[in-house]
């Protein structure tokens, strides 16, 4: 982080003093004198992101955050997870999540769509406003997806991959269309799977979710460089 420079000026009374006094002023206004403000990262999405079942610190977003401290971005992640949310509920609720202060933004749902079998054209639309809304914003958008199971038959499946890889390209998002990858790529019946997710077996453990940060994190870099 920038800082701003210890300046030998003291402010004194006195014409010459109130000189140096606005020259000193002056040089702390400059661009890039001033101390930089950290960039912020909304991460809009689910139990995922939230950090069901984990310890305080050992979540997605203080994960993620550490990682990304660790690998030199200066920035704060904001953890707008909402356990149980779908893309209905993260569209109604994007408004609000974001603020003037806001640099870059995460979009990390769709999981509890699946859960519920919602039709792969509602969960687009809500994606599709939610990108608008950031684009209207001029923010950079990292998309986060999960793959449909296969027990809802091809043509479901087909649709709701295929509209990660669609919203990415219409919106010139960056996409990791698989959140979970790191983890689906674990043999089920290998022991470092079972040890990786949670006894619900749908959440991932503070482990599973060092995968996924690992996986996550170079993408995330790539989205803060898009940013300001």
């Given at each position: 982080?920038?800082?701003?420079?210890v300046?030998?000026?003291?402010?004194?009374?006195?014409?010459?003093?109130r000189?140096?006094?606005?020259l000193?002023?002056a040089?702390?206004?400059?661009?890039?004198?001033?101390?930089?403000?950290?960039?912020?990262?909304?991460?809009?999405?689910?139990?995922?992101?939230?950090?069901?079942?984990l310890?305080?610190?050992?979540?997605?977003v203080?994960?993620?955050?550490?990682?990304?401290?660790?690998n030199?971005?200066?920035?704060?992640v904001?953890?707008?997870?909402?356990?149980?949310d779908t893309?209905?509920?993260?569209?109604?609720r994007?408004?609000w999540?974001?603020?003037?202060?806001?640099d870059?933004?995460?979009?990390?749902?769709?999981?509890n769509?699946?859960?519920?079998?919602?039709p792969p054209?509602?969960?687009?639309?809500?994606?599709?406003?939610?990108?608008?809304?950031?684009q209207?914003?001029?923010?950079?958008?990292?998309?986060?997806?999960?793959?449909?199971?296969?027990?809802y038959?091809?043509?479901?499946?087909?649709?709701?991959?295929?509209?990660?890889h669609?919203?990415?390209?219409?919106?010139?998002?960056?996409l990791?269309?698989?959140?979970?990858?790191?983890?689906?790529?674990?043999?089920?019946e290998?022991?470092?799977?079972?040890?990786?997710?949670?006894?619900d077996?749908?959440h991932?453990?503070?482990?599973?979710?060092?995968?996924?940060?690992?996986?996550?994190?170079?993408?995330?870099?790539?989205?803060?460089?898009?940013?300001?």
């Amino acid at each position: 982080m920038l800082r701003a420079p210890v300046l030998p000026v003291s402010f004194r009374y006195g014409a010459r003093a109130r000189l140096r006094n606005l020259l000193a002023a002056a040089l702390l206004a400059l661009p890039g004198l001033a101390a930089a403000e950290p960039l912020e990262l909304v991460a809009l999405g689910d139990s995922l992101t939230q950090g069901y079942g984990l310890p305080e610190g050992e979540g997605l977003v203080p994960q993620l955050q550490a990682w990304l401290l660790a690998n030199g971005a200066d920035v704060r992640v904001v953890n707008a997870g909402v356990s149980g949310d779908t893309t209905a509920g993260g569209r109604a609720r994007l408004g609000w999540s974001l603020t003037d202060q806001t640099d870059a933004l995460m979009i990390a749902l769709g999981g509890n769509d699946l859960l519920r079998g919602l039709p792969p054209t509602e969960s687009r639309a809500n994606l599709e406003a939610m990108l608008t809304e950031a684009q209207g914003r001029d923010l950079p958008v990292l998309l986060v997806g999960l793959p449909a199971p296969g027990n809802y038959g091809p043509d479901y499946k087909a649709e709701f991959d295929g509209m990660w890889h669609d919203l990415a390209a219409r919106f010139d998002a960056l996409l990791v269309p698989n959140l979970l990858a790191p983890i689906m790529d674990l043999a089920p019946e290998d022991r470092a799977r079972r040890e990786v997710m949670q006894d619900d077996n749908i959440h991932p453990s503070a482990a599973g979710v060092a995968l996924i940060v690992a996986a996550l994190g170079p993408p995330v870099l790539e989205l803060l460089g898009r940013a300001r």
